[in-house]
């Protein structure tokens, strides 16, 4: 489980970055058209920006006792013990009207960045799940063929357990039908993580795994490409999965001398991995 300041920080930083993509036409008959989607794009772009104030209070309402806190001085082991008020979670108070309006405004730049959030919103509340799977609903019916969708598929796999069933399927429906490259990338690989989660469907993680890297090798992740990328997604699947015998590590201890992990073999040995950014 997040830790509730944790939680804090990252629900904000996701609101903090609803509604940042450019707008973009969506024409399908001549001359006026154009004019009437960026119509369209500025009135749904409005819309969201008065739901994302509505949902920074609902946030700040929730965590209000977890403010107050922080004020007081209070540690995170302390604060790690107030509860919440599950009926003023900002997704369960927002959510169904920013559903409402990506439905009013599906087809638009501004209701696929806000689609974008809900994902990663309802994907940490167990009871807004059905919400999730709304918004899944929303981007087959209409960003299928929408190659920035890709920015939706990329972080993808980190969605919850419960949630993973429904998104393994609407990321199947992506990889077999949409025309870009990117995007069926960005899914395949999404895919591929989600399944190797689990014992039950790692061999099928593998499988995508080497199909990311054979077919979408090429396409660019980040500032690399997907074929650098699966290298090590590759060996973790393989090598790093619960019960998998721990890899060598031959390093220095303290005193300089040489230390080799299969030396320890047979013995409980804690790992403490750390670095200094």
Not at 8 to 19: K, R, S
Not at 210 to 229: F, H, I, L, N, P
């Given at each position: 489980m997040i830790p509730r300041l944790r939680r804090?920080?990252?629900?904000?930083?996701?609101?903090?970055?609803?509604?940042s993509g450019?707008?973009?036409?969506?024409?399908?008959?001549?001359?006026?058209?154009?004019?009437a989607d960026e119509k369209m794009e500025a009135a749904a772009e409005k819309a969201f920006e008065e739901i994302n104030k509505k949902m920074s209070e609902a946030q700040e309402a929730y965590y209000k006792p977890l403010t107050e806190a922080r004020e007081k001085g209070l540690s995170d082991k302390e604060m790690e013990k107030i509860e919440l008020d599950p009926e003023l979670d900002p997704v369960m108070v927002v959510g169904p009207e920013m559903?409402?309006?990506?439905?009013?405004?599906?087809?638009?730049?501004?209701?696929?960045?806000?689609?974008?959030q809900m994902l990663a919103l309802a994907g940490r509340s167990e009871s807004a799940g059905w919400m999730a799977e709304k918004v899944m609903s929303a981007l087959k019916a209409h960003y299928l063929k929408n190659e920035k969708l890709v920015d939706v598929l990329r972080y993808s796999h980190y969605c919850s357990e419960a949630m993973a069933p429904?998104?393994?399927?609407?990321?199947?429906?992506?990889?077999?039908?949409?025309?870009?490259?990117?995007v069926q990338a960005a899914g395949c690989y999404s895919l591929a993580k989600i399944k190797g989660k689990k014992e039950e469907t790692r061999s099928e993680g593998l499988a995508l795994?080497?199909?990311?890297?054979?077919?979408?090798?090429?396409?660019?992740?980040?500032?690399?490409?997907?074929?650098?990328?699966?290298?090590?997604?590759?060996?973790?699947?393989?090598?790093?999965?619960?019960?998998?015998v721990a890899p060598e590590i031959i390093g220095k201890e303290i005193s300089g001398k040489l230390m080799q992990l299969s030396s320890f073999r047979g013995k409980v040995i804690l790992l403490d991995f750390w670095g200094d950014w």
């Open positions: 804090y920080g990252t629900v904000c930083l996701v609101i903090a970055f609803m509604l450019p707008a973009v036409a969506f024409s399908s008959s001549p001359d006026s058209v154009g004019v559903l409402k309006t990506i439905d009013k405004y599906a087809g638009t730049d501004a209701a696929l960045g806000a689609c974008d429904a998104m393994c399927d609407f990321l199947s429906v992506v990889v077999s039908e949409s025309p870009h490259r990117e795994l080497k199909k990311v890297q054979d077919e979408y090798g090429d396409v660019s992740y980040g500032r690399s490409v997907y074929a650098d990328k699966v290298k090590g997604d590759l060996f973790e699947m393989k090598n790093l999965q619960v019960g998998c």
